[in-house]
């Protein structure tokens, strides 16, 4: 399949450790983000989002946090496991219905 | 449920030859959007389509590239002439989309594209 993710950044973890992985976006009037994660040789699947008018949001095991000051956005992976190796990706939605602006990935391997 | 599915999963061509690519959406998604991915890179936007028509067509590179969706439903991406430059997996993606709500877009696996 695909090898998404080469040189990309890359973010090692332990098995059980909590993952970090940041991203800036550009757009100041983007009031919508994505997170999504894309494994080798497929699209690109959803984490969780946020809207513009929140600054933490809580999924299983994740949690996105936005600051909109300094256009900052970031993805905490709570025990991270070895199936969360992946290219994480951040994308931003300036308009309701419009195309996504990715930024530029974030390789994570997990080691056990 | 069935999500977004792609064909073919890969296609390999010669250069100035003719593609077409097909994506079938979720069953009653209204918006279908077209994307490029090149090896080590984030997706980027091509086309989107809100039922038939293109509402936004800004990320076609060129004149080479069209896309069509007759019925609101399944959508193919064509290229004419093709370049060693469009090698890359075009990534369908689908989205229940209704009056200006942001919504997920739910993606497909993608075809990649080879040009020799």
Known sequence: ?112 | GAGVSQTPSNKVTEKGKYVELRCDPISGHTALYWYRQSLGQGPEFLIYFQGTGAADDSGLPNDRFFAVRPEGSVSTLKIQRTERGDSAVYLCASSPLAGGIHNEQFFGPGTRLTVL
């Open chain 1, 1 to 112: 399949g695909e090898n998404v993710g080469l040189h990309l950044p890359t973010l090692s973890v332990q098995e059980g450790d909590n993952s970090i992985i940041n991203c800036a976006y550009s757009n100041s009037a983007s009031d919508y983000f994505i997170w999504y994660k894309q494994e080798s040789g497929k699209g690109p699947q959803f984490i969780i989002d946020i809207r513009s008018n929140m600054d933490k949001r809580q999924g299983q095991r994740v949690t996105v946090l936005l600051n909109k000051t300094v256009k900052h956005l970031s993805l905490q992976i709570a025990a991270t496991q070895p199936g969360d190796s992946a290219v994480y990706f951040c994308a931003e939605n300036p308009n309701a219905g419009n195309m996504l602006t990715f930024g530029g990935g974030t390789r994570l391997m997990v080691k056990p």
